[in-house]
């Protein structure tokens, strides 16, 4: 998810965009036209809208399951209500703010707020995981950063489709490399934190606690939470 959110806020840096070019297409009448029409507006918004939807579809993830049509639901209804509203108060139209060089400021803003909520999903490793581990993804995280900036220059409506597919799997090997090298999950908090042997892991119980200390045995309890 972190990594999700930092490709994000590097789309909002302008280390790359992915421009959707639409073409000719036929107006229809009828239920069918309107769906087509709604259909076209949700593809030319993506690489405005992606950026933004990108954290709240990554929290899915951690979602139970039968929340999930609902966060796509209400998406849905987010699309569609600026629609609803200018047709039924068509006056809204002059409060709708003009373009103009604020966009790229409120995108860089955005793009650290993105920052922000990828360092909260990294802390969640943190009571699981060695500092290792977190240094690791941190590492991953800016090699990442690194990659779809030079990707950004490789990529684009001016070059050829052979050049953007052979850019574009090039970008993924190196990302799977570089992940294969410095994410190692298998580090967790006994590996880089606590040093000796210990006897046997049990389930938190105080009965069992207060007998071993009795036994005058050492005892380590291991409390920690994730959010």
């Given at each position: 998810?972190?990594?999700?959110?930092?490709?994000?806020?590097?789309?909002?840096?302008?280390?790359?965009?992915?421009?959707?070019?639409?073409?000719?297409?036929?107006?229809?009448?009828?239920?069918?036209?309107?769906?087509?029409?709604?259909?076209?507006?949700?593809?030319?918004?993506?690489?405005?809208?992606?950026?933004?939807?990108?954290?709240?579809?990554?929290?899915?993830?951690?979602?139970?399951?039968?929340?999930?049509?609902?966060?796509?639901?209400?998406?849905?209804?987010?699309?569609?209500?600026?629609?609803?509203?200018?047709?039924?108060?068509?006056?809204?139209?002059?409060?709708?703010?003009?373009?103009?060089?604020?966009?790229?400021?409120?995108?860089?803003?955005?793009?650290?707020?993105?920052?922000?909520?990828?360092?909260?999903?990294?802390?969640?490793?943190?009571?699981?995981?060695?500092?290792?581990?977190?240094?690791?993804?941190?590492?991953?995280?800016?090699?990442?950063?690194?990659?779809?900036?030079?990707?950004?220059?490789?990529?684009?409506?001016?070059r050829t489709l052979k050049?953007?597919?052979?850019?574009?799997?090039?970008?993924?090997?190196?990302?799977?490399?570089?992940?294969?090298?410095?994410?190692?999950?298998?580090?967790?908090?006994a590996n880089g934190l606590i040093?000796?042997?210990?006897?046997?892991?049990?389930?938190?119980?105080?009965?069992?606690?207060?007998?071993?200390?009795?036994?005058?045995?050492?005892?380590?309890?291991?409390?920690?939470?994730?959010?």
């Amino acid at each position: 998810i972190a990594a999700l959110l930092v490709t994000f806020a590097m789309s909002l840096f302008g280390a790359f965009t992915i421009n959707l070019v639409s073409g000719r297409t036929e107006k229809k009448s009828g239920l069918g036209g309107e769906f087509l029409s709604g259909l076209f507006a949700v593809f030319v918004a993506a690489p405005c809208t992606a950026p933004f939807l990108g954290g709240a579809l990554s929290a899915t993830l951690t979602l139970p399951v039968y929340l999930i049509p609902l966060i796509f639901f209400f998406i849905g209804i987010g699309f569609a209500l600026p629609y609803f509203l200018l047709t039924v108060i068509p006056g809204l139209i002059q409060i709708i703010p003009k373009p103009g060089a604020w966009m790229e400021k409120f995108e860089r803003i955005m793009g650290f707020v993105l920052l922000g909520a990828s360092l909260y999903y990294i802390s969640l490793l943190m009571p699981s995981f060695s500092p290792g581990v977190i240094l690791g993804v941190l590492i991953f995280l800016l090699v990442l950063s690194f990659l779809l900036w030079i990707w950004g220059h490789w990529f684009g409506p001016t070059r050829t489709l052979k050049e953007n597919f052979l850019s574009t799997a090039i970008l993924l090997v190196l990302i799977t490399f570089s992940g294969w090298f410095t994410l190692d999950f298998d580090q967790g908090p006994a590996n880089g934190l606590i040093s000796g042997n210990i006897s046997s892991q049990e389930d938190f119980d105080p009965t069992l606690i207060n007998a071993l200390l009795e036994e005058h045995e050492a005892v380590l309890v291991d409390v920690w939470a994730t959010w």
